[in-house]
């Protein structure tokens, strides 16, 4: 546990230095960073104006009509742990709230019940469960374990994916020493919906991609879909971004919520007229106001990986 707060503490203090924004005109960012950004808008300046982007403003941030970015992003790392299934602990990323006036930082999801960061410690099992009326996906982050149902069992690790149906009985368990640390999407399954009943297990790493080209320079791998038996989410993917490209800078509007989360490599988070660093354990919700537009950009030399899921049904309203 000592360790363990040792991390969220020196994660907190890594936070403020790559995200906190003060209101007063000053990033808290060094000069190598303000020269990539100043490079950055000559380029997006320089867009024809038939590509800009579903008319981007082109005023001045106004913190009165513009969203408030840092209240859509979240890290677990700043997140208090609470216990689930039995021996899992989870930590908040986003949470549910209002989407267009959240009610405090992180709370902004309409659909998904929660996004944590969960973390099962070395040679732990969790406590037998059947989900009622949710749904729940895993993304493995890191470390090595099995899932357990129904006579059956898969291994963990890496960039694994389970799609667990509700009212099916599941164990996880830890077979290491170090933590099993994931990524959690929990989902309410909707009257008339029927649940698959099988676990499904799909490996990442091993998929072929998608496509290569969306959004200018999305590398994508589609893990879970409806067919697959999602219950309100309609798409989980991986979006990778190749060193020194960015992504097509583009808004969403009511109905839609779609999440980005950084799982490997660090890029900026661009959103509205705003930029914030994503590290690993980050994720945001584009604001569902037709006008924040986003994008990832990734100024490294090295490629990074987005955890995604989104949700279209009702564009335009809130059901």
């Given at each position: 546990m000592i360790i363990e707060n040792n991390k969220m503490d020196y994660s907190r203090n890594e936070m403020k230095y790559l995200t906190t924004?003060?209101?007063n005109k000053k990033y808290q960012c060094g000069p190598a960073f303000k020269t990539w950004i100043a490079g950055l808008f000559i380029v997006m300046l320089a867009m024809p104006l038939t590509a800009a982007a579903q008319n981007m403003d082109g005023a001045p941030?106004?913190?009165?009509?513009?969203?408030?970015?840092?209240?859509?992003?979240?890290?677990?790392?700043?997140?208090?742990?609470?216990?689930?299934?039995?021996?899992?602990?989870?930590?908040?990323?986003?949470?549910?709230?209002?989407?267009?006036?959240?009610?405090?930082?992180?709370?902004?999801?309409?659909?998904?019940?929660r996004f944590t960061y969960a973390i099962l410690t070395g040679k732990a099992s969790t406590a037998p469960t059947t989900l009622r009326g949710e749904q729940e996906v895993l993304f493995i982050s890191s470390g090595n374990g099995i899932i357990e149902w129904n006579g059956k069992t898969a291994d963990l690790y890496e960039s694994?994916?389970?799609?667990?149906?509700?009212?099916?009985?599941?164990?996880?368990?830890?077979?290491?020493?170090?933590?099993?640390?994931?990524?959690?999407?929990?989902?309410?399954?909707?009257?008339?919906?029927?649940?698959?009943t099988d676990i499904l297990v799909k490996?990442?790493?091993?998929?072929?991609?998608?496509?290569?080209?969306?959004?200018?320079?999305?590398?994508?791998?589609?893990?879970?879909?409806?067919?697959?038996?999602?219950a309100t989410v309609e798409n989980i993917l991986t979006v990778s971004f190749d060193p020194m490209t960015i992504g097509h800078p583009h808004t969403h509007g009511k109905g839609i919520e779609e999440v980005w989360t950084a799982v490997k490599?660090?890029?900026?988070?661009?959103?509205?007229?705003?930029?914030?660093?994503?590290?690993?354990?980050?994720?945001?919700?584009?604001?569902?106001?037709?006008?924040?537009?986003?994008?990832?950009?990734?100024?490294?030399?090295?490629?990074v990986k987005i955890l995604y899921f989104g949700r279209f049904k009702g564009e335009g309203q809130f059901k």
């Open positions: 924004y003060n209101r941030y106004d913190p009165i009509n513009d969203a408030d970015i840092d209240m859509y992003m979240g890290s677990w790392q700043e997140s208090w742990p609470s216990h689930t299934h039995g021996s899992l602990v989870e930590r908040d990323i986003l949470t549910k709230g209002d989407p267009i006036n959240p009610p405090r930082k992180g709370a902004v999801l309409t659909y998904v019940n694994v994916a389970v799609l667990v149906p509700e009212g099916v009985e599941f164990t996880i368990t830890n077979t290491c020493e170090e933590p099993l640390e994931m990524y959690l999407i929990n989902e309410p399954v909707p009257a008339g919906f029927t649940p698959k490996v990442e790493e091993s998929l072929p991609i998608s496509s290569s080209d969306g959004h200018w320079s999305h590398i994508v791998k589609s893990i879970f879909n409806s067919s697959d038996g999602l490599g660090t890029s900026a988070a661009f959103l509205g007229k705003e930029v914030r660093w994503q590290p690993p354990g980050t994720g945001y919700m584009i604001p569902p106001d037709g006008k924040t537009h986003h994008s990832n950009i990734n100024n490294s030399d090295e490629r």
